[in-house]
């Protein structure tokens, strides 16, 4: 059972606009300081997996370049 909401001590009164858009932007600033931190991360996930995919289609195709490869024969008459 969650303890019941007990009133702010140092804003005893009812809730005003101003009350909201201060929080909001308390919040909005707390989330923008993890958009950063994650965008960073985010990147750097995005460049091993380019690199991750580009090296698999290097192996493959090599493999595949390997395998059906053309023997020309040359003499001469």
């Not at 707390?30 to 931190?37: A, F, M, P, Q, R």
């Amino acid at each position: 059972m969650t303890p019941a909401a007990t009133p702010d001590p140092v804003a005893p009164g009812p809730i005003n606009r101003a009350d909201i858009e201060a929080k909001f932007r308390e919040l909005q600033g707390e989330v923008e300081l993890i958009g950063e931190e994650a965008k960073g991360y985010a990147i750097t996930v995005a460049i091993a997996v380019g690199v991750g995919i580009v090296a698999i289609a290097f192996v493959l195709g090599r493999r595949r370049g390997r395998r059906n490869r053309t023997i020309v024969e040359v003499r001469r008459v």
